[in-house]
């Protein structure tokens, strides 16, 4: 994490060691039954997703767009559960000479494992990769309450724009 803007880390953890325990490694589809979908729900409402639609989607977004969409996990090496995790989507503009730009989704971590930084760790990991993977900018989506926690990542609310969103 040299040569970037990223948080401090006490003690010293980073991809190779993100903490006693514990691997940091990309989304695989056997995720499925370590807990990935429950470990979703503590950001938003996920449904009845069967293992059938789960490696469908797997198969969608990992193996037919192989550098689009990169998640990773943190695995609890004891329990086997998925206790952390974020996805960055890289999405392909023509604007800027036919441009990327990268988006950080559905970063969690179980509250359990609150206090060892993990999410520091997931955002530092995804922001880095954005840049390595070309991307000429990253955007994320927060509530109020967690600007601050983002601020510590380089991440700025641009003046003059606006995150805007039609649901349905
Ligand atoms: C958070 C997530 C966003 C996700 C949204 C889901 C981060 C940085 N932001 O804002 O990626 O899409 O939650 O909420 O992880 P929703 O289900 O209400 O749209």
């Known amino acids: 994490f040299e040569d970037q803007k990223c948080a401090t880390y006490k003690p010293e953890i980073g991809p190779t060691r993100p903490g006693d325990g514990l691997t940091l490694r990309p989304l695989c589809v056997s995720d499925f039954d370590k807990g990935y979908l429950t470990l979703l729900t503590h950001l ?15 198969q969608a977004m990992v193996r037919t767009q192989p550098n689009l969409y990169y998640t990773v996990v943190i695995e609890d090496d004891v329990t086997h559960q998925v206790v952390g995790s974020a996805t960055l989507v890289k999405e392909m503009h023509f604007i800027r000479q036919c441009a990327s730009r990268g988006r ?18 997931l955002v530092d990991v995804l922001t880095l990769l954005s840049k390595k993977v070309g991307c000429y900018k990253v955007s994320l989506e927060c509530l109020d309450n967690m600007v601050p926690f983002y601020s510590k990542f380089g991440y700025v609310k ?10 349905y």
């Open 104 to 121: 950080i989704e559905d970063v969690v971590v179980n509250s359990t494992y609150q206090g060892k930084q993990l999410g520091k760790l």
């Open 158 to 167: 641009e003046e003059g724009q606006n995150y805007m969103c039609r649901r």
């Open 44 to 58: 938003t409402k996920v449904g009845d997703i069967s293992r059938e639609q789960f490696e469908e989607r797997f």
